[in-house]
């Protein structure tokens, strides 16, 4: 019994300890990342301006197929007639993308299904965000009232909730194959 409650405690504090190191090496990076000119090779510029750029562009894109005359440019999308957003470098995705990924590599023994469940992720992620961005246009062009609650709290905790379900979905179904 005291056996079995002291694995318990341990495996939980393993547990803590890598999410406390996976949120720690993404701070750090974030930190270098808006802090330092160039960094990594002026990469991390690079990969935030190319994740906007895709979220604006496959935005206007579902728009455009929807029947709505919209414009955009780089990070910013702008339906016809509204002021439309502009997608800050906090709304990328890049931040849950790298925590994502964090998880589920540190959760498991299951190598083979990580190779297709973190692009999977990644996919899943990026079209959370475009429904995320469109959902945010749709509300400015039709409840522009709601839009800061919406864009503060609501699609925040939907975004992160959804994200959650995901690592929930991993560490149930597929983290541990018996040996």
Request: hydrophobic share 55%; glycine share 6%; aromatic share 24%.
């Amino acid at each position: 019994m005291i056996n079995t409650l002291w694995k318990n405690q341990k495996d939980a504090f393993i547990f803590l300890l890598k999410v406390g190191f996976i949120y720690a090496s993404w701070r750090i990076l974030k930190y270098f990342g808006e802090n330092t000119p160039g960094f990594l090779f002026g990469w991390w510029e690079k990969l935030y301006a190319f994740g906007a750029h895709a979220l604006a562009k496959s935005s206007a894109y579902v728009l455009r197929i929807l029947g709505y005359k919209v414009y955009h440019y780089k990070r910013i999308v702008i339906p016809e007639g509204y002021p439309g957003v502009e997608i800050a470098d906090l709304c990328v995705g890049i931040p849950s993308i790298y925590i994502f990924t964090g998880l589920i590599l540190a959760f498991g023994n299951n190598w083979r299904d990580r190779v297709w469940f973190i692009p999977m992720g990644w996919f899943f992620i990026y079209a959370v965000n475009v429904f995320r961005v469109l959902s945010l246009l749709f509300v400015q062009m039709y409840y522009e009232r709601f839009f800061n609650f919406a864009h503060t709290y609501l699609y925040v905790a939907i975004t992160y909730s959804l994200i959650f379900l995901l690592l929930v979905i991993w560490m149930e179904k597929f983290a541990y194959r018996p040996k």
